[in-house]
């Protein structure tokens, strides 16, 4: 499985920025899609991750009713789409794929890893 990531960029705070991670390979076992961050200095931590079958979605508390995660099918691709974006959202976003049958935001989860995508909020 490959992933790739865009739609990072610099955006000020309040704003919007619409992530996108285009999967490729053999991605039919990757029960659990998601989101990931890490600012420099901290440790990465789980921000979206949705189920592949029933797209049951989980969010970090930080970001609940700010940020929303879905599959576009028809594209494979897995969208992050920021709205209200905080200068406390500026981190590398890289997503990720799990074949594991949990879903969970705990990165040793997942077995998968694009290289990332920049998001800075001043």
């Known amino acids: 499985v490959q992933l790739v990531e865009s739609g990072g960029g610099s955006v000020q705070a309040g704003g919007s920025l619409r992530l996108s991670c285009a999967a490729s390979g053999d991605t039919s076992r990757s029960y659990c899609v998601g989101w990931f961050r890490q600012a420099p200095g901290e440790e990465r931590e789980g921000v979206a991750a949705?189920?592949?079958?029933?797209?049951?979605?989980y969010y970090a508390d930080s970001v609940k009713g700010r940020f929303t995660v879905y599959k576009d099918n028809a594209k494979n691709t897995l969208v992050l789409q920021m709205n209200s974006l905080k200068s406390e959202d500026t981190a590398m976003y890289v997503c990720a794929a799990s074949d594991s049958v949990t879903c969970i935001l705990d990165p040793g989860w997942y077995e998968y890893w694009g290289q990332g995508t920049q998001v800075t909020v001043s």
């Open positions: 949705i189920t592949t079958d029933r797209y049951l979605t």
